[in-house]
């Protein structure tokens, strides 16, 4: 399958499809390019390698965790001589490439990583995620070299907080699932005409619940101390957070609690 966008700066850009020979275990989203080796590796535990001039080394040391916990695998960072039947994962910074590529080779007992930047480890984090499966009692990944480089800078969600509440907590489990298929923004939709949602201390009234729709968790909001810390929580996952405060749209939350339209002279000073 391929998807053509039309218009603006999107023009003529492809999006490709897995190849067959391909199909399992499934990448998502797909690499720039795949070549797929004979075989594969099969191993019992995992050693990681990260250097410690790997940009953002102790988060992605916590993601490799992650990894492990989610799949089952025995591993451990930066030990000594591994173990029988362990498979070597290193991680390599290379000065040449750019922005989210990375380029991921898997052999027989190896697997190798090299990115220039935090995002281009992350993920190829995701992608040997993804490659990792559990076979009759211990795991294998496919012989196979990867190069890859996201099509879009921006890839992301919208979450419209302002229409309806969501937790700090629900919102971060939300950017830690999209995070393992490589999304990179959340846009929050911080105010909306039901209510508005962020913490402006010189304006209490603003997330007064009295002035919010009674049908969309009135009263609730985030404060400037939960945004800064979901704010690094997602960038911890390779992920920005682009607020949204709605001015001069959708501001009737706004002129219930302050008693005037944002488009007026009293309105103009706050």
Aim: charged residues 20%.
């Amino acid at each position: 399958m391929l998807i053509y966008f039309s218009w603006g700066p999107l023009a003529g850009g492809v999006v490709t499809a897995p190849v067959p020979e391909f199909s399992s275990p499934a990448l998502i989203p797909y690499p720039s390019k795949v070549v797929r080796g004979a075989g594969e590796a099969g191993f019992r535990s995992v050693q990681v390698k990260v250097g410690s001039d790997v940009p953002g080394r102790d988060d992605l040391m916590k993601e490799i965790k992650d990894i492990f916990r989610t799949s089952g695998i025995q591993g451990s960072l930066n030990s000594g001589g591994a173990a029988e039947g362990a498979m070597t994962w290193e991680l390599f910074p290379d000065a040449r490439m750019k922005g989210e590529g990375y380029d991921l080779s898997v052999g027989l007992g190896k697997a190798t990583v090299r990115a220039g930047s935090f995002g281009g480890f992350f993920n190829a984090l995701q992608t040997l995620r993804q490659l990792v499966f559990n076979r009759e009692g211990e795991f294998a990944m496919p012989v196979v070299r990867i190069s890859d480089k996201p099509a879009f800078v921006l890839r992301g969600i919208m979450l419209d907080v302002g229409r309806y509440y969501m937790s700090p907590a629900l919102i971060k489990e939300v950017m830690r699932r999209l995070s393992r298929y490589k999304i990179n923004t959340l846009h929050l939709h911080l105010t909306d005409d039901p209510a508005w949602r962020l913490e402006v201390k010189k304006y209490p009234a603003l997330t007064d619940g009295a002035f919010h729709w009674k049908s969309r968790l009135p009263g609730r909001f985030y404060t400037q101390a939960q945004l800064k810390d979901l704010t690094d929580y997602c960038a911890r996952l390779n992920i920005q957070v682009i607020p949204e405060i709605d001015m001069p749209g959708h501001s009737q939350s706004f002129a219930r609690a302050m008693k005037t339209g944002m488009q007026t002279e009293k309105g103009f000073p706050y």
